[in-house]
């Protein structure tokens, strides 16, 4: 190619351009490169073909004559379109695997946030447990869980089971009348009158005569309620007073006044 074809307009083959505008700017100055240089010039071009896109490493060699003059310039083409296409293959591959690691990462930090959250609950929720074994240990009431379904006993604190009587666990299992005594009223009436009320009212209050595991009877002050119990299900909740000091006075009261009538 001699250098002083590359006039505007470009090279032409049968009336069109050989390098057309805006290329044509660019090729010149990578010739002129080459001349004022005195060497190899290379750089990759991108062209568009009917067949295709191709990309290609253009290198311009400028031959001289004895004085020094550029008489014209060798080029060679090397196509590297297999090679561009491979390398965008895997980059698109590398970009789609980070877009998936990211993804992943954040799906995984959303399910260790979502982790973390329910262990604090639960280490909540088993503290709070945990204190309200405490508290249902220690308390001065007799607390006990009878299973709505079929009146069994289901839970006892350790009060409640010293005013029945009884030993660790051994009420477990029983039903509800086992504690009533008998007197005006059967033990398995009077449960059923306390459970019609707590049907109907979700809440019972009041004096019951009980009968410890002796066989001794007693005066206790009840206060029944409904509760869904997590393991258990639907219970009513008992808290038991032993009142016998208290009833014996109005037992004593109420013969003083039949007496002086």
Same mark, same amino acid.
């Given at each position: 190619?001699?250098?002083?074809?590359?006039?505007?307009?470009?090279?032409?083959?049968?009336?069109?351009?050989?390098?057309?505008?805006?290329?044509?700017?660019?090729?010149?100055?990578?010739?002129?490169?080459?001349?004022? /240089?005195?060497?190899?010039?290379?750089?990759? /071009?991108?062209?568009?073909?009917?067949?295709?896109?191709?990309?290609?490493?253009?290198?311009?060699?400028?031959?001289?004559?004895?004085?020094?003059?550029?008489?014209?310039?060798?080029?060679?083409?090397?196509?590297?379109?297999?090679?561009?296409?491979?390398?965008?293959?895997?980059?698109?591959?590398?970009? /789609?695997?980070?877009?998936?690691?990211? /993804?992943?990462?954040?799906?995984?930090?959303?399910?260790?946030?979502?982790?973390?959250?329910?262990?604090?609950?639960?280490?909540?929720?088993?503290?709070?447990?945990?204190?309200?074994?405490?508290?249902?240990?220690?308390?001065?009431?007799?607390?006990?869980?009878?299973?709505?379904?079929?009146?069994?006993?289901?839970?006892?604190?350790?009060?409640?089971?010293?005013?029945?009587?009884?030993?660790?666990?051994?009420?477990?299992?029983?039903?509800?009348?086992?504690?009533?005594?008998?007197?005006?009223?059967?033990?398995?009436?009077?449960?059923?009158?306390?459970?019609?009320?707590?049907?109907?009212?979700?809440?019972?209050?009041?004096?019951?005569?009980?009968?410890?595991?002796?066989?001794?009877?007693?005066?206790?002050?009840?206060?029944?309620?409904?509760?869904?119990?997590?393991?258990?299900?639907?219970?009513?909740?008992?808290?038991?007073?032993?009142?016998?000091?208290?009833?014996?006075?109005?037992?004593?009261?109420?013969?003083?006044?039949?007496?002086?009538?």
């Amino acid at each position: 190619l001699n250098p002083d074809s590359l006039t505007e307009g470009g090279t032409k083959i049968g009336g069109r351009p050989v390098i057309p505008e805006p290329t044509l700017n660019f090729v010149r100055s990578n010739y002129e490169k080459a001349i004022r /240089e005195k060497e190899v010039t290379s750089w990759e /071009e991108i062209t568009q073909y009917p067949s295709g896109t191709k990309t290609g490493i253009v290198s311009i060699a400028p031959v001289f004559d004895d004085n020094g003059n550029c008489t014209h310039l060798v080029g060679s083409v090397q196509d590297i379109t297999e090679r561009e296409q491979a390398k965008e293959g895997l980059q698109q591959a590398h970009d /789609e695997l980070e877009r998936r690691v990211e /993804e992943r990462t954040a799906e995984l930090s959303a399910v260790n946030d979502n982790l973390r959250k329910e262990i604090d609950e639960r280490k909540r929720a088993e503290e709070e447990l945990r204190l309200s074994a405490e508290v249902m240990e220690n308390i001065a009431e007799g607390v006990g869980l009878v299973r709505v379904s079929d009146g069994t006993i289901v839970y006892t604190n350790p009060r409640y089971e010293r005013i029945f009587g009884y030993e660790k666990g051994e009420l477990i299992g029983k039903h509800v009348s086992a504690l009533n005594a008998d007197g005006d009223q059967d033990p398995q009436e009077t449960a059923e009158r306390i459970s019609a009320t707590l049907v109907q009212d979700g809440a019972w209050s009041g004096e019951v005569h009980n009968v410890r595991k002796d066989g001794t009877a007693f005066w206790s002050h009840a206060t029944v309620s409904s509760f869904e119990h997590p393991d258990f299900g639907d219970v009513w909740v008992g808290v038991m007073q032993d009142i016998p000091e208290r009833k014996r006075a109005e037992d004593a009261l109420r013969r003083s006044e039949l007496n002086h009538r």
